[in-house]
């Protein structure tokens, strides 16, 4: 998983990109069922699987964002107590930094070793507000929702479609697949800066899940994903023009 998010004077931003394999499961729902829904509508609608899945277009859609809701990494943010997080964020990072800061004081490069890390403790104290802020609105998109709930239990459709999807899950589970990504990660995780620039005042976080898909696809999925196949087969030019038009295409979702 590459996950940026840093603490400054200006309003944190955060980009998340990972594979999720409960988000991943949803495509590989139609591939192997043989379904085609746009944009996913590039491979073999012939049916591939024992089972033969019921699915149309407007359920999907509707699984897939409850899905990629509860999956959302910010409902994990939540902080009770920021003050007294604050406080132990930094008694902690005094106590690592304890051999440092004295090396520094022998050498008389700093006087007072306290006054930074007192100094920090107000930026601190705004990017876990802004945590906060961030896992309530993951909080409201799940609804009902719980975020350990399995792909099939959240299903919006007919109870056999349902069943099926469980017990496709455990084929799914049961099937090896490529999760060594991370040519994917470092790629798009070097469009921090520009993303940021072009879209923290608009999203206030993005989220990029990588799903396995034969054919390139960058699908946003409201309010703050998109998610991206065939990374690795992409120009670096592609992936970025694929990857700034969906976050555009957040903003009027």
């Known amino acids: 998983m590459f996950d940026i998010s840093k603490i400054s004077s200006q309003q944190p931003w955060a980009l998340n990109i990972s594979f999720n394999s409960r988000i991943d499961f949803c495509v590989w729902v139609l ?17 591939q699987s024992l089972l033969s899945l019921s699915l149309d277009a407007a359920s999907w859609y ?4 409850l899905v990629v809701a509860t999956q959302d990494g910010r409902l994990n943010w939540h902080i009770p107590d920021i003050e007294a997080e604050v406080s132990r964020q930094t008694e902690r990072t005094k106590q690592l930094m304890q051999q440092y800061w004295s090396h520094l004081v022998q050498n008389n490069e700093i006087s007072d070793p306290s006054r930074i890390f007192d100094s920090q ?9 802004w945590q906060e802020e961030q896992y309530q609105q993951a909080l409201k998109s799940i609804g009902s929702s719980s975020k350990d709930a399995l792909p099939a239990m959240i299903y919006p459709g007919e109870q056999q479609v349902k069943e099926q999807l469980e017990s496709l899950w455990s084929v799914y589970q049961a099937t090896p697949k490529d999760t060594n990504r991370l040519e994917d990660l470092d790629i798009i995780g070097s469009f921090y800066q520009e993303l940021k620039q072009q879209f923290s005042s608009k999203l206030s976080t993005l989220r990029v ?12 999925v409201a309010p703050v994903s998109i998610l991206v196949s065939e ?14 038009h969906a976050a555009e ?5």
């Open 121 to 129: 403790a107000p930026q601190l104290n705004q990017y876990l507000h």
């Open 31 to 47: 591939l192997n069922c043989g379904v085609q829904i746009p944009p996913f509508k590039h491979h073999n609608s012939v049916h």
């Open 209 to 220: 899940y990588l799903v396995h898909y034969p054919a390139p696809i960058f699908f946003p």
């Open 231 to 244: 990374a690795k087969d992409l120009s670096f030019e592609d992936l970025r023009n694929g990857l700034f």
């Open 62 to 65: 509707t699984w897939l964002l």
């Open 249 to 253: 295409t957040l903003l009027t979702s």
